[in-house]
């Protein structure tokens, strides 16, 4: 049976058995992954801790026919115990977590990777504020996807100038001739806002007024939900 290791983040565990879980991993070469981790609820178990949700680990594994099964695990970050403590960023690593789970399957995406462990260090670092480290991995994630919203240009017929009107199905900010009527309007601040969240320009992120981080917090999650085809459940729960 052949045998692979991988650096991994732990996305989701869920209990099998009396002392087992099905740990849901995204790896850095192997895409998303799903294994069994033997007697890991035991109080006994050497390596339990290291394959909770939020940590990064280099684990070995097994190649099983459903489900392969980690035999070995080291602790890379320990990011968990950080971002737990603090509940605004413990939703947010939630909804971050969740939206990898969504994205990415087997095939694997070393962006997706080095992306969300980049999101879940800067949680842990308290670098920028919870809810705006969220929605920049959140619109950073979806473009890696192929869902890259536009904040310049019409997103429908790619016309420049400074446009306002916002339509998520559409993928961003359309001009008059394309926007459909009622479609949301955003001030000049708020799209600024949005163009550094995508491209992560932090000194004008954390520069900007609460009710500008708002009205982009809304975008983002209705483009979010929009493109996945299907909620968040942990998007609820998020601390602003």
């Keep these: 049976m052949p045998v692979y290791r991988d650096d991994v983040v732990v996305l989701r565990t869920q209990k099998l058995g009396e002392a087992d879980r099905i740990v849901t991993m995204l790896t850095r070469q192997h895409g998303k992954v799903r294994a069994v981790a033997k007697g890991v609820r035991r109080t006994a178990s050497k390596f339990g801790a290291r394959l909770e949700p939020f940590m990064v680990a280099d684990v070995q594994l097994w190649e099983g026919r459903s489900l392969d099964v980690i035999t070995q695990a080291e602790s890379i970050a320990s990011y968990g115990a950080l ?31 080095l992306l969300l462990v980049g999101a879940l260090r800067s949680l842990s670092r308290r670098e ?30 790619g016309a420049r100038g400074d446009h306002s009107a916002m339509v998520v199905q559409v993928g961003g900010i359309v001009c008059d001739d394309c926007a459909a ?28 007024p609460p009710q500008t981080r708002a009205q982009a917090t809304g975008v983002v999650a209705a483009y979010t939900q929009w493109h996945l085809g299907r909620g968040l459940r942990s998007l609820e729960h998020v601390s602003r």
């Design 128 to 157: 920028h504020g919870a809810g705006l480290t969220l929605d920049s991995y959140l619109l950073r994630a979806l473009s890696m996807a192929g869902w890259a919203p536009s904040f310049q240009d019409c997103a429908r017929c």
């Design 83 to 113: 971002i737990t403590a603090d509940y605004p960023s413990y939703t947010a690593a939630s909804a971050m977590v969740e939206t990898a789970d969504k994205l990415t399957e087997a095939e694997g995406s070393l962006q997706q990777y």
């Design 181 to 208: 009527p009622g479609s949301p309007r955003l001030d000049p601040a708020t799209i600024a806002l949005l163009g550094s969240l995508l491209t992560g320009d932090w000194e004008h992120t954390t520069s900007t």
